[in-house]
């Protein structure tokens, strides 16, 4: 059994956001800190994909979000009460949040049409700046890449999320994103983990799809989670989250543990998401024995 550091310091995603994130140990592994802030910092023109100018940005990104996708205003704000083992208190799932079906805040301007559109680039210096990324992770900034990929969200818009990922795995990502677009899955957030978020008080309500996080994976014997090396991605951990014993993360999740209570935003055996990356020969923590990572999905099945 691992000897956990408290959560907040070793986060995605959410696994943890990955997120950091709330996976990418194993069935063994210390579930890391889904990443709970929710308001991230602006990103800058050059990240953006299509504007040239802020105000230009700012009109591309503004749609028009039905009222009853409206996000709470305490999300993210409201820091949970710690246990002796790091993690925060599990509390049970605010009304706002059961069934969870929110607005996307809306970083990069959105797709031209409904289409699905993507883009692969190297890793630009703003782009590194706001990442986690620093000179101990186990990969160069060479051996990753910046991915944009379209996505649908709760609100029923389409947005433009981003990733790191592996350069060897980039179009396999790309691909598998394309199909969870076809299906039509929804995806609340999907931007890049920020290094404030690793030291963030859990707060059990981050819903963060991400990619690269560098991160261990354990405390006891400290190992590169495959977040680390842009191997592994997280897909709402909020709706997909981390349960093992009396753990859940994120912490506000508890309504999302049973999983034949089946709602949108939720990965489940033979669905889109866990076929398309099936299809590209990534495994899914869902299908772990002695815990479930329903969020997260890896090259090596950590």
Same mark, same amino acid.
């Given at each position: 059994?691992?000897?956990?550091?408290?959560?907040?310091?070793?986060?995605?995603?959410?696994?943890?956001?990955?997120?950091?994130?709330? *996976?990418?140990?194993?069935?063994?592994?210390?579930?890391?800190?889904?990443?709970?802030?929710?308001?991230?910092?602006?990103?800058?023109?050059?990240?953006?994909?299509?504007?040239?100018?802020?105000?230009?940005?700012?009109?591309?990104?503004?749609?028009?979000?039905?009222?009853?996708?409206?996000?709470?205003?305490?999300?993210?704000?409201?820091?949970?009460?710690?246990?002796?083992?790091?993690?925060?208190? %599990?509390?049970?799932?605010?009304?706002?949040?059961?069934?969870?079906?929110?607005?996307?805040?809306?970083?990069?301007?959105?797709?031209?049409?409904?289409?699905?559109?993507?883009?692969?680039?190297?890793?630009?210096?703003?782009?590194?700046?706001? !990442?986690?990324?620093?000179?101990? *992770?186990?990969?160069?900034?060479?051996?990753?890449?910046?991915?944009?990929?379209?996505?649908?969200?709760?609100?029923?818009?389409?947005?433009?999320?981003?990733?790191?990922?592996?350069?060897?795995?980039?179009?396999?990502?790309?691909?598998?994103?394309?199909?969870?677009?076809?299906?039509?899955?929804?995806?609340?957030?999907?931007?890049?983990?920020?290094?404030?978020?690793?030291?963030?008080?859990?707060?059990?309500?981050?819903?963060?799809?991400?990619?690269?996080? *560098?991160?261990?994976?354990?405390?006891?014997?400290?190992?590169?989670?495959?977040?680390?090396?842009?191997?592994?991605?997280? %897909?709402?951990?909020?709706?997909?989250?981390?349960?093992?014993?009396?753990?859940?993360?994120?912490?506000?999740? !508890?309504?999302?543990?049973?999983?034949?209570?089946?709602?949108?935003?939720? %990965?489940?055996?033979?669905?889109?998401?866990?076929?398309?990356?099936?299809?590209?020969? @990534?495994?899914?923590?869902?299908? @772990?024995?002695?815990?479930?990572?329903?969020?997260?999905?890896?090259?090596?099945?950590?």
């Amino acid at each position: 059994m691992w000897s956990p550091l408290p959560l907040r310091n070793t986060a995605v995603g959410v696994a943890l956001t990955l997120l950091a994130t709330a *996976c990418g140990g194993g069935d063994d592994a210390a579930p890391e800190r889904v990443a709970d802030t929710t308001t991230p910092a602006p990103t800058t023109t050059e990240a953006r994909p299509a504007a040239e100018t802020d105000s230009e940005a700012l009109e591309e990104t503004t749609q028009p979000v039905d009222p009853a996708f409206a996000r709470p205003a305490w999300l993210g704000t409201r820091e949970l009460p710690l246990r002796p083992d790091g993690l925060g208190e %599990i509390q049970p799932t605010p009304p706002e949040l059961d069934p969870r079906a929110l607005a996307t805040p809306s970083e990069l301007p959105p797709p031209a049409d409904d289409r699905y559109a993507s883009s692969v680039s190297v890793v630009a210096p703003d782009v590194v700046a706001r !990442s986690t990324y620093n000179d101990t *992770c186990p990969v160069g900034l060479d051996e990753l890449r910046y991915l944009n990929v379209s996505h649908w969200g709760f609100d029923g818009l389409h947005h433009t999320g981003e990733l790191l990922v592996h350069a060897d795995h980039a179009d396999d990502v790309v691909e598998v994103f394309r199909r969870v677009h076809e299906a039509r899955f929804p995806i609340e957030e999907m931007r890049i983990t920020e290094a404030h978020e690793l030291d963030a008080h859990p707060t059990g309500d981050g819903n963060n799809t991400g990619a690269f996080v *560098c991160r261990v994976s354990r405390a006891a014997d400290p190992t590169w989670s495959e977040h680390a090396y842009g191997r592994a991605v997280d %897909i709402n951990p909020f709706h997909n989250p981390y349960v093992r014993d009396d753990m859940v993360i994120p912490e506000l999740a !508890s309504t999302y543990v049973d999983r034949a209570d089946d709602r949108p935003g939720m %990965i489940q055996a033979g669905g889109p998401v866990v076929e398309a990356f099936a299809a590209v020969g @990534w495994s899914w923590g869902g299908d @772990w024995r002695s815990s479930k990572d329903y969020m997260h999905f890896s090259v090596s099945g950590r």
